[in-house]
């Protein structure tokens, strides 16, 4: 059978997963879109997680352990949002690595107005990062930024594209 997402890698182009979720890591979903469907990159932002936390019971218990601290609801948000994107840079970390740091990142859009400091970077998770709407990496040497696709969205290898 032929594989049209091994063709498109082969021709340059990264596919990209447009929507994260405890799930998807818990279960090894996340992986296995990497294996086997040539996933080399993650979008999200507040709608995909607001659907993914309120669709699922995989945020109980951290939900519960940061309520009984006390924790405010925009910052349990954030640290919620922060486990995910650090579980699936870790996911990523073999083809961030692989491609010289081409593919394997994990972008989120945040709220501009939120008064929570945005991601950033760290040495252990060099794929992660974002701030309101800007791509996870910035690099003098990438193009501007590119409309993406709704849903599983594919951009070439050296373009950088976030949700508008």
Same mark, same amino acid.
């Given at each position: ?8 890698? &082969? ?10 979720? $405890? +799930?998807? =890591? ?20 507040? *709608? ?13 218990? +951290?939900?519960?352990? =940061? ?11 954030? =640290? =919620? ?12 970390? @073999?083809?961030?690595? &692989? *491609? ?11 709220? #501009? &107005? !939120?008064?929570? *400091?945005?991601?950033?970077?760290? @040495?252990?998770?060099? !794929? ?5 709407? &800007?791509?996870?990496?910035? !690099?003098?040497? $990438? #193009?501007? $930024? ?17 949700? #508008?």
């Amino acid at each position: 059978m032929p594989d049209s997402l091994q063709d498109l890698t &082969a021709a340059g182009v990264s596919t990209w997963l447009d929507d994260l979720s $405890r +799930q998807l =890591l818990t279960t090894g979903a996340l992986h296995r879109l990497v294996e086997d469907r040539h996933v080399v990159g993650i979008t999200s932002n507040p *709608t995909i997680f607001a659907n993914a936390i309120g669709g699922s019971d995989d945020y109980t218990d +951290q939900i519960r352990e =940061l309520g009984q601290r006390g924790t405010r609801t925009g910052e349990v948000l954030r =640290l =919620l949002t922060v486990a995910d994107v650090r579980g699936a840079c870790d996911v990523l970390r @073999p083809v961030y690595d &692989a *491609t010289g740091s081409v593919d394997g990142r994990v972008s989120i859009e945040v709220d #501009p &107005a !939120s008064p929570t *400091t945005p991601l950033r970077r760290s @040495p252990r998770h060099g !794929s992660c990062g974002g701030s309101s709407t &800007a791509p996870t990496y910035s !690099s003098k040497s $990438r #193009p501007p $930024r590119q409309a993406c696709p709704p849903s599983h969205s594919v951009w070439r290898k050296g373009s950088v594209s976030t949700s #508008p």
